[in-house]
Nanobody, 117 residues
Framework: QVQLWESGGGLVQDGGSLRLSCVAS????????MAWYRQKPGNPRELVAD???????NYLDTVKGRFTISREKFSNAMYMQMNSLKPEDTAVYYC???????????WGQGIQVTVSS
């Protein structure tokens, strides 16, 4: 099985920064793809940024230039540096991972990010 462990959330003021971390662990960890999603109250979960094992990254338009996703090749850890945070970035952030040879999506439990105005 695979488990995802998230850390780094919290409360920050408008314009501040946070760094989220996600580590995959378990007997079947062989990460092909990792992503960060977020969910605001009353809204569906949305993709914020993702990265493939080839190093290709994609970002939600509203976070481009402010958020940076990173993952070392063949690593089971992923990070997202979030700068110039805005109150509208307030959400629960979720890590998602997919392993080689499977279409199963694994999810973390979610971590709260709150940006105060």
């Amino acid at each position: 099985q695979v488990q995802l462990w998230e850390s780094g959330g919290g409360l920050v003021q408008d314009g501040g920064s946070l760094r989220l971390s996600c580590v995959a662990s378990g007997s079947r960890v062989n990460v092909r793809y990792m992503a960060w999603y977020r969910q605001k109250p009353g809204n569906p979960r949305e993709l914020v940024a993702d990265t493939s094992h080839e190093g290709i990254t994609n970002y939600l338009d509203t976070v481009k230039g402010r958020f940076t996703i990173s993952r070392e090749k063949f690593s089971n850890a992923m990070y997202m540096q979030m700068n110039s945070l805005k109150p509208e970035d307030t959400a629960v952030y979720y890590c998602k991972a997919r392993m080689f040879g499977t279409t199963v999506d694994y999810w973390g439990q979610g971590i709260q990010v709150t940006v105060s105005s």
